[in-house]
């Protein structure tokens, strides 16, 4: 699944993200884009258990590929 969450202003993109993941099974993958790193959903999904991985686009957004944990 994949989520485009640039020119929302926060917490729009941490809410939708998050109810994205609830949707999900566990060990699905849901990919964002946003237009910052965003810090407080890493640190709502490092408490959650899941795992993440974060690559900088060239225009400067951020793609972060989500694996559900069972948590």
Request: net charge negative; charged share 25%; glycine share 8%.
């Amino acid at each position: 699944m994949l989520l485009d969450n640039r020119g929302l202003q926060p917490p729009q993109p941490m809410m939708r993200t998050l109810t994205a993941l609830e949707e999900l099974e566990t060990g699905d993958q849901l990919v964002i884009i946003n237009d910052r790193r965003p810090m407080f959903l890493f640190a709502e999904l490092d408490e959650l258990g899941h795992h993440y991985e974060t690559q900088e686009q060239s225009d400067g957004s951020f793609r972060i590929t989500i694996r559900k944990s069972g948590g």
